[in-house]
């Protein structure tokens, strides 16, 4: 049985080409519903737990961004596909794990403390190069995740000045999961508002992204802004085949 993209393959049953077919309708029909333009939101394909052939068949259907969030399990996706792919880190980094992440990845979603700044900003300085992050807010309080608290956005910001290794391109946010994405819209909508505050009060940042949705959300958080959608499960789950 044959699940691709190229050409000439014959399709027998549901596999990535056709949910990756159906996401990036959903997403521009999302995004048409409000008037935005759906090129201005880009498709990040969440791979954790996703093997490098799966990976590649993505590719073939003319993915490019995959999300990790394990930096073990993306140190082994890397040697395999390495630049073929653009990587983003969207997990939780742990301090000693940074180095190993230093000129591999595109974007890193996750920035959650001003420790792993630090520790970021010294990786920059050593290797001669910087990092494109997001700051993670923690919009929903819910204790079990982690972020910034919008509370502490203001001064989180202002300290991330200091450090010239990181390029400050935005927010992120981690909704509940709720299997009515309707009711997490308003965390959607506060990670959004958040953006439009700062980007005013602080004319120095450049906060233009906003990565925001996942498998279960996406569409309510491409019509709340999201310029970046996380979506793992929607593309890579098993396909239903008779
Ligand atoms: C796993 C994960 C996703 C994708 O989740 P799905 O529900 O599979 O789409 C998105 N963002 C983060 C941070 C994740 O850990």
Redesign the pocket.
Known sequence: MQRSCQKGDEILCAGIAENLALVQEKIARAAERVGRDPSQVKLVA?S?GVAPERIKEALSCGVKDF?E?RVQEFQQKHQVLGDLVEWHF??HLQRNKAKYLVGKIKLL??LDSLKLAQTLEKLATRSGTSWKVLVQVNVSGEPTKHGISPSELDYFLEELRKFKGLEVCGLMT?APYSPDPETVRPVFRKLRQLRDEFTKKKPWLDLMHLSMG???D?EVAVEEGATIV???????SEPLCN
Do not use: D, P
Not at 230 to 236: C, E, N, Y
């Open positions: 969440v954790k999300g969030n969207i997990g979603h996750s981690i996942m498998s279960a996406f996380r979506i793992g499960s929607a593309i890579f």
